[in-house]
């Protein structure tokens, strides 16, 4: 049974901030008799000044709900209140324990208890000591109180703190190691400062460059009637041909290229009321990419950069083809590609999947879940047309 | 395929996604640059916290555009960089975060000089 009131430590290193005092009693009870710099302060005008006082550097949300306690580390935080290096815990019932581990996963709070009910009293210990070890930058850490702990077999016991001794001791090497691996990244951090002030310079005088370069191309065009020929100084008779030779293959290659585009175009052209095709990609440049090639080709192009925008676009406007990336933030392709299904109301819209790499294991998934075809990124004007136009046919 | 035979800018990739519009390569080259600033400095924060699956994310994210825009050694130490964030191995991830760097450094130079 424990001995010692936890409302007395006046600079506690350990905080429990509660609600009602009868649910936290058994909690308190346990961290009481192992944790000597432990206080439980309820809820109230006083606590603040409390907490910026003492500065405990671990603390535990017991508030009566989840909610309660996320709003109020989340007022301490925004009040500057935690400006000090601590650790939380989020004390929950059963039910709410969903929640409670999201808070972690998302890295609210660094860890969670589950007090209601109460059926782990030396994990509550084990988190709160750990938490400790984190924080306690002096030699000061805690020991456990064995006296507070069934007894288990001593040559158990033997065992337990030989092996613990040995670990913490390969931690230590493991922890000298990462120190010395760590020093270099002053080499990346000294060529990223440099890419950046060299990016931040000259990015606007590129543009303004750029500006320049086309308000000179406009006018050249305007006076040549749009023709515009480029031929750099020529001496000899040598250099004329072989200037003249590679002008024509040049020629030939862009004249194949433009019939291609054009036989592609006209394709789309012929058709009453082109495609409209939804581009998913949360790649900016890529996006802009695809938009651009289909664009001059006469489709009309819509855009969203992950699942959860290409849905609402969906469902308030219809598309012929789906040309979406199978890794995104939020809403993955495979995933979005099952929900269109459902929100289509049967129709089926063909998805093709932009992916950069195309396994057989993969491929059989894709297909699976009812998308069409794939786009190896970046793959060339021309074979993004083709598989849109196969998809569309 | 070796370092060696990558391009550090290879225009014609571009030409032949969107066509021989240096203009618009340009600013596309541009924007590719401003995402990669991003990215890099992404990359080393998750470095830092030895988050092996960010790295490998953000490796993929900007190795699309790095492809996209033919800055094929950068594209390439990318790739690797993935596979490097896939082993767990930080030594490599280093390595090769500083060759990124270095490579896109010289696609900048590039499009500086063009």
């Known amino acids: ?393 | 395929m070796t370092l060696n035979s990558l391009k550090v800018l290879n225009r014609q990739v571009m030409i032949s996604l969107i066509g021989n519009d240096s203009i618009q390569i340009r600013q596309f080259e541009i924007d590719f640059l401003k995402q990669a600033q991003v990215s890099i400095k992404k990359i080393a924060t998750f470095y830092q916290l030895s988050d092996f699956e960010q790295i490998k994310e953000e490796a993929h994210f900007l190795k699309t555009s790095a492809r996209a825009v033919g800055a094929e050694q950068s594209a390439m130490h990318l790739q690797n960089m993935e596979s490097a964030a896939l082993k767990k191995d930080k030594a490599e991830c280093k390595e090769l975060l500083k060759l990124t760097t270095l490579s896109l450094k010289s696609v900048y130079e590039e499009v500086k000089n063009a």
């Open chain 1, 1 to 393: 049974m424990h001995n010692k009131s936890y409302t007395s430590s006046k600079q506690p290193d350990v905080v429990v901030i509660f609600e009602k005092e009868d649910e936290i009693k058994g909690v308190n009870e346990i961290l009481v008799d192992q944790f000597d710099s432990f206080r439980a302060v309820a809820l109230n005008k006083k606590t603040v000044n409390f907490i910026r006082q003492s500065k405990p550097v671990v603390l535990l949300f017991a508030l009566c709900t989840v909610e309660k306690s996320i709003e109020l580390y989340s007022a301490l935080v925004e009040k500057n209140i935690l400006n000090y290096p601590h650790h939380t815990v989020l004390l929950c019932s059963n039910k709410e324990s969903a929640i409670a581990f999201r808070c972690c996963m998302k890295g609210f709070f660094d860890n969670y208890f589950v007090y209601q009910p109460l059926y782990e009293r030396y994990r509550i210990v084990m988190i709160v000591h750990k938490e400790l070890k984190n924080m306690l930058s002096r030699n000061e850490l805690y020991q456990f109180n064995e006296g507070n702990f069934d007894k288990i077999d001593g040559d158990l016991a033997e065992v337990i703190d030989s092996g613990g001794m040995a670990k913490q001791a390969l931690l230590s090497r493991l922890q000298e190691s990462r120190v010395e691996n760590e020093a270099t990244p002053v080499l990346i951090q000294n060529l990223l400062s440099s890419l950046e002030g060299d990016i931040a310079e000259s990015v606007d005088q590129i543009i303004s460059t750029l500006k320049d370069k086309k308000q000179h191309y406009q006018e050249q065009a305007k006076k040549s009637k749009g023709l515009i020929h480029h031929q750099p100084a020529i001496k000899t008779k040598e250099e004329k041909l072989a200037a003249l030779e590679a002008r024509a293959l040049e020629d030939t290659k862009y004249l194949s290229s433009v019939n291609s585009q054009e036989s592609m175009e006209e394709n789309n052209e012929q058709a009453d009321d082109p495609a409209k095709i939804l581009v998913v990609e949360d790649n900016a440049i890529y996006r802009n990419v695809l938009v651009n090639i289909l664009s001059k080709a006469n489709f009309k192009v819509e855009q969203a950069e992950d699942g959860v925008q290409a849905l609402d676009k969906i469902r308030s406007g219809s598309f012929q083809l789906i040309l979406m990336d199978l890794f995104m933030p939020k809403l993955d392709g495979l995933n979005a590609t099952k929900k269109i299904k459902d929100i289509s109301g049967g129709k089926e819209i063909p998805v093709i999947a932009l992916t950069g790499n195309k396994s057989k294991e993969n491929a059989r998934k894709w297909i699976a879940q009812g998308i069409k075809g794939y786009i190896i990124k970046p793959s060339d004007k021309d074979e993004i047309l083709a598989a849109v136009n196969k998809a569309l046919n």
